[in-house]
């Protein structure tokens, strides 16, 4: 859709890193009206989409059409060109649709409200699609549960995120500076870049216990939270701050900038610190995506993540950084016990470390050329498994 119906604050930057021969089609969406009653910019534009796909997709020779998900509702989009063109889709669960978030079990709650319609539309939007991706296989395995048709009527891949070394070298050539923060003698500065996941905060809550507990080793440190706000555009959203001040270490270890950063400015400031802090939640769902642009700003990863995560094994097989793992829930008190003594070993590895060090063959299934190349391949196995039906 076209960017002037967003809500957020444009990244006009992006359009820079853009191929000059890419097609682009932007349609007008329903502006949000004053009591803000339909915020969700798939919906705000659904039947714009739908329009615009079906004029395409009839007078051109498209062989598949691709539904990236969220906004949830533009899945929808599939099944229905599918019934009025016969075209066949795929959907990719960037997030997973049916899912309960803190909140969802509260009746009449607004989550629990997200919660209901997704399980009345998931079904519907799934019944006829012949291809489903997801960041990791946790995304998208339940899909295949609740709908039990799509094992066998559906090719599966799990492909994450890449990372694109282009990016970063973008950089110098459009004079991005970092601004967030400055650089302090005698200070190791790590950065966290991206939202927090819900489930998130139990393992972030018992290492801020671990960090209070051991006031040594946190007076070289510093945490730089960077985009992890309530809402995309509001700077004082603060969802880490509460906990920091909660444990006595906001602004001396612990700060947050709660508002999102284009998406170049968060590189920059990748580049700028000393490290890269990633965390992941008590669901096994963290890919190493993220860990993968911590690799290209060439600076070593401190990571807190779930045992079942497959960024545990690369991070560590790689040499590009140090992971403490825990199993969920259970392993909450493993984090409160070791992130101290992780995080001085990590002040020494830091002092050693070499961005050539790194065993870069692990991460080349996370670049965007690979991982493009998988989603080639999947795309064809759809289209020739229906052609054999």
Not at 62 to 85: E, K, M, N, Q
Not at 282 to 307: F, N, R, W
Not at 367 to 381: D, I, M, R, W
């Amino acid at each position: 859709m076209h960017e002037k119906y967003y809500e957020e604050t444009l990244d006009y930057n992006l359009e820079k890193l853009l191929p000059p021969s890419l097609r682009i089609e932007k349609v007008k969406a329903f502006r949000v009206t004053k009591h803000r009653l339909i915020g969700d910019i798939g919906l705000r534009a659904f039947f714009q989409l739908y329009k615009r796909a079906k004029q395409i997709i009839q007078s051109e020779k498209i062989d598949f059409l691709y539904v990236p998900i969220p906004s949830f509702y533009c899945a929808l989009l599939g099944r229905w060109l599918h019934r009025s063109t016969g075209i066949q889709y795929g959907i990719d669960y960037i997030d997973p649709w049916v899912h309960e978030f803190p909140g969802s079990d509260k009746i009449l709650s607004r989550h629990w409200f997200s919660t209901q319609i997704a399980r009345l539309l998931e079904p519907i939007a799934v019944k006829k699609t012949l291809l489903i991706t997801g960041v990791a296989e946790a995304y998208y395995i339940a899909v295949l549960a609740r709908n039990p048709h799509l094992k066998q009527q559906a090719v599966c891949g799990a492909m994450p995120y890449g990372g694109e070394q282009v990016d970063h070298d973008q950089l110098q050539q459009l004079d991005i500076k970092p601004y967030l923060f400055e650089k302090k003698p005698g200070k190791i500065q790590l950065v966290y870049a991206g939202a927090m996941l819900p489930k998130a905060y139990e393992p972030l809550e018992a290492i801020f216990k671990s960090l209070k507990l051991q006031p040594q080793t946190t007076k070289q440190v510093e945490f730089h939270f960077i985009g992890t706000g309530k809402t995309a555009n509001d700077p004082a959203g603060f969802t880490i701050k509460p906990l920091a001040e909660k444990y006595g270490l906001w602004q001396s270890v612990i700060f947050e900038y709660p508002k999102r950063v284009p998406y170049l400015d968060v590189l920059i400031h990748l580049q700028y610190a000393d490290g890269v802090f990633i965390l992941g939640s008590t669901e096994p769902h963290y890919t190493p995506s993220k860990s993968y642009q911590g690799v290209l700003s060439g600076k070593p990863i401190l990571a807190v993540l779930h045992t079942a995560s497959t960024a545990v094994n690369v991070l560590r097989g790689s040499g590009a950084g140090m992971v403490l793992d825990f199993e969920g829930v259970a392993g909450l008190p493993a984090i409160e016990n070791g992130f101290a003594e992780t995080l001085e070993s990590y002040c020494k590895f830091l002092k050693q470390f070499n961005p050539g060090q790194i065993n870069q063959q692990l991460f080349e299934t996370y670049s965007a050329k690979s991982v493009t190349g998988q989603l080639a391949k999947l795309l064809n196995e759809a289209t020739v498994k229906n052609k054999q039906k």
